[in-house]
Structures are given as structure tokens and as C-alpha cells.
């Protein structure tokens, strides 16, 4: 009897905040996940044509690009549209959870959330 291993799952952060991009990033790690990192919107679309991520956190309030922006081309793209994007954010208030997933996202957590709450929300929509 052989044993594969199930193929690492890699997951794209996109966070401003180089504390929270650390922690979560940690986190993820240590459940067995590869963390590919991005500070902005720009490069995270560079980095996701470059090699698309199974899952992408993704931040709203983001320099350069904003979040829902970034959802939206990548729901244009015929690769990205496949992969889930979950959307955190602190600003919350006016309809954001709905704006997100009219953006392309798959989920919408509010900040802060825990990393464990994170996970959960990756293993939720990973294929």
C-alpha cells in the first residue's frame, strides 16, 4: 500500500498590516499551509498571475488598489475566478459583506478575527 500526500494548499495574504500579515501568516503555517505574501492590491494581482493561490485572504482597505477592486478583476479572470477569496476587513459598516460577495468574494469576515477563525473560514471554502 502507498501513501500520497494531499498537496500543500497555498494561500495568498493580502494585508497592509505587517503585524496582522505575520500572525495570520504564522498561523497558517504551522496547519501546513504554503503563505504567499502581498502588501498591496497591485502586487497581489502580479503575484496571482504569476502563480495562482488555491485560496486568497484578501483585505478591503488596501493601498494602491482596494480590495473590492481586486475581487472584481480577478472574477474577470478566467483562472482566478475559480479560486475563493475571502474578504476581511475592519470597516464594516454600510453594506460591506454584501459589496464583498457582489465583488467576487466568497466569504466576508469582519476584523479582528482570530486566526483560528481564519482557518476555519479557508478549510469552508477550499475545494
Not at 37 to 58: C, F, N, R, T, Y
Not at 84 to 107: F, Q
Request: aromatic share 6%; net charge negative.
Amino acid at each position: 500500500m502507498s501513501y500520497t500526500a494531499a498537496p500543500v494548499k497555498t494561500i495568498m495574504l493580502v494585508e497592509d498590516s505587517a503585524d496582522l500579515r505575520a500572525t495570520y501568516a504564522a498561523h497558517l503555517e504551522t496547519l501546513g499551509f504554503d503563505v504567499v505574501h502581498a502588501q498591496d492590491g497591485l502586487e497581489a494581482l502580479m503575484l496571482a498571475k504569476a502563480q495562482p493561490p488555491d485560496v486568497v485572504i484578501l483585505d478591503i482597505a488596501l493601498p494602491k488598489l482596494d480590495g473590492f477592486y481586486v475581487a472584481e478583476l480577478w472574477k474577470r479572470d478566467p483562472v482566478m475566478a475559480r479560486v475563493p477569496v475571502i474578504a476581511v476587513s475592519a470597516y464594516t459598516d454600510g453594506g460591506y459583506k454584501e459589496r464583498a460577495i457582489r465583488s467576487g468574494c466568497s466569504l466576508a469576515l469582519e476584523k479582528p478575527c482570530t486566526p483560528g477563525e481564519l482557518a476555519a473560514s479557508i478549510r469552508a471554502v477550499l475545494p
